[in-house]
T-cell receptor, first 110, second 114 residues
């Protein structure tokens, strides 16, 4: 059974810092891994999807990497802004379902 | 191309009533997934459906919950005799096919049971 863990659970940083969010998964037999953003009381916004054959994906200030063999993915946020404050979720796709981590709650202070 | 649509966005029910949550997938998508997010908890898979078929319901509670995706119309998640513990956000996602596809999420339905 796939288990996904995200560390840290919460993170508070001053504006402008570069930061890394970590995601680990127990079963490397995945099709892809998705990173989402969720604002309080809101739905999910898809940020990046990395296929199992890829090593990384970039979108603006975001860069996600995937190391299937070690069961790890990281989301790198450059030059953080207060508007980046949200919960970040990673999800491993095994075909029939996404298995989500518990999320990292990010606060970027002005 | 409209995204995944869910309605209602908010639903209030009293204990013992029935709740019906609807999900219209993106155009061209025939695969639908339902997830539940309990307060202060992560998202958990409930059920995966294709048109007229339930493919995987391993995450569905054994009693009171059912799901369908008819040939015509939206997918329906039905909760009978709701209890306070059913209060949660229910998210629907769709994809054009299974496997290595990206799942696109709707805005969710927030169910409150009084």
């Amino acid at each position: 059974k796939q288990e996904v863990t995200q560390i840290p659970a919460a993170l508070s940083v001053p504006e402008g810092e570069n930061l890394v969010l970590n995601c680990s998964f127990t079963d490397s037999a995945i099709y892809n891994l998705q990173w989402f953003r969720q604002d309080p009381g809101k739905g999910l916004t898809s940020l990046l999807l990395i296929q199992s054959s890829q090593r990384e994906q970039t979108s603006g200030r975001l860069n996600a990497s995937l190391d299937k063999s070690s069961g790890r993915s990281t989301l790198y946020i450059a030059a953080s802004q207060p508007g980046d404050s949200a919960t970040y979720l990673c999800a491993a796709n095994a075909g029939n379902m996404l298995t989500f981590g518990g999320g990292t709650r990010l606060m970027v202070k002005p | 191309n409209a995204g995944v649509m869910q309605n209602p966005r908010h639903l209030v029910r009293r204990r013992g009533q029935e709740a019906r949550l609807r999900c219209s997938p993106m155009k061209g998508h025939s695969h639908v997934y339902w997830y539940r997010q309990l307060p202060e908890e992560g998202l958990k898979f409930m059920v995966y459906l294709q048109k007229e078929n339930i493919i995987d319901e391993s995450g569905m509670p054994k009693e009171r919950f059912s799901a369908e995706f008819p040939k015509e119309g939206p997918s329906i998640l039905r909760i009978q005799q709701v209890v306070r513990g059913d209060s949660a956000a229910y998210f629907c996602a769709s994809s054009p096919w299974a496997g290595d596809n990206e799942q696109f999420f709707g805005p969710g339905t927030r169910l409150t049971v009084l």
